[in-house]
């Protein structure tokens, strides 16, 4: 059998640690946003007005005085720049449309008919009620659409382009909102971003894509062989996440506050990092170089943990982490020969703290662990595939050490929401 570890089987993505956290940035956002609308807008408007508003006399453009009214195909062709005049009947009915355009039919003074493609808004109205002075144009080259054959003797050739460049230009009011409004969507979106990022770097939950780059995930062999030592602890309770997360879960609010407070704290009276190195020292030496003392399993894996927890309140670093991981590790190896023994001397302290504590369900906590313990050793992929000789060495200032194990512990290592 072999399971699909979840990188982070509480918080996965990250949204239910602290969620308040994004909803207080809002009020924020909001803030930045009136700033960028009525701030920022009107100055960005200034330049947003003059990149699209086409030159003067440009085709699509109003046409002043100054812009010759052509009379035939001829007059176009030798003009350049032109304008027409034309019956409002032709602007608002003479019409067909060619995908999202709209073109018009336009019968020239001279007779000759032609198609048009006309910025309405350039329109002006003439001294003559009825008819009006199109936008400034040019005839251009084309060939025309199957919709806008359905008159005889049109000229299909070319087309009068009254259009141009033209875009819709926004009220600057249209503008500044629509500029909050896209600043509003995208502060929230870099917010999103940053918090999670943020909040991977501080340990605080699993990437949400990248997730085997989880700084909390082991780095080599060894990290992952004292991961496994208290695997049973990380999967016993609900606040943790399990193995192989080397501090057994992530690092939200709670769980530090549990640590340092509850467990460390109170529990074993840690308050530093000078306290909590003592604290491991003692219980692996407690059993180094001897093989007569009483359940080492219990005291020697509740040192990893120690270690793993330290890290995730930031008592101790990475490399002080794997140093004092790689000698605890070294006397669990040589207090057993495989983790069924370091299992079985593990449990058998376990129960017997619970009964020095007077709790009267011992027998049934302890076999509530060891049925966690069975579980993953039943995994193939779990945290007793573990070779039990794996190398525990561990150099200063190196983070890589060995990876085969690794890797194939990740390989079967996926990110499953709840």
Known sequence: MSARYKISNKNIYGFKTNIYQMFLLIPVIWILTFLIEFGLGPILYKGYQKDVTPEEGAAGTEAGSDIPVAGSIADMEQMGTFTLITEGVVINHDTFRAGEEVYHYIKLPSGEKV??????????????????????????????????????????????????????????????????????????????????????????????????????????DMECWCASTFAVWAHSFA?????????????????????????????????????????????????AGRLDT???????????????????VKMIDRDEMDREFSKAGKVIQQQFSSWDEMAESYLG??????????????????????NIFRRLKADLNGPYSVPWRTDLTWTPGSSKGERTVLKRILSNYRAQGV
């Open 115 to 220: 198609i048009a493609h006309i910025n309405k808004k350039a329109i002006l109205e003439t001294d003559e009620a009825g008819f009006y002075r199109l936008p400034a144009g040019v005839w251009r080259e084309w060939e025309a659409p199957e919709e806008a054959m359905i008159y005889k003797n049109l000229v299909t050739d070319h087309y009068v382009d009254m259009y141009g460049d033209y875009v819709p230009v926004l009220e600057e009011a249209a503008y500044t909102r629509t500029l909050g409004s896209a600043a509003s969507a995208w502060l929230y979106v870099i917010a999103a971003v940053l918090y999670r990022v943020i909040g991977v770097r501080r340990k605080r939950f699993a990437p949400a894509l990248f997730w085997k780059r989880d700084p909390l995930l082991p780095r080599n």
């Open 239 to 287: 606040m943790l996440e399990g193995w192989p997360l080397v501090t057994g879960v992530h690092g939200s609010r709670k769980v530090l506050y549990n640590f340092r407070k509850v467990a460390l704290g109170e529990q074993w009276d840690i308050r530093n990092r000078q306290d909590g190195i003592q604290t491991v020292h003692e219980l692996v030496e407690r059993h």
């Open 294 to 312: 009483e359940y080492p399993g219990w005291d020697l894996c509740r040192a990893t943990q120690l270690l793993g927890m330290m890290y995730l």
């Open 349 to 370: 302290g376990y129960q017997a703290w619970l009964v020095r504590s007077g709790n009267q369900e011992a027998a049934q906590y302890t076999e509530r662990r060891r």
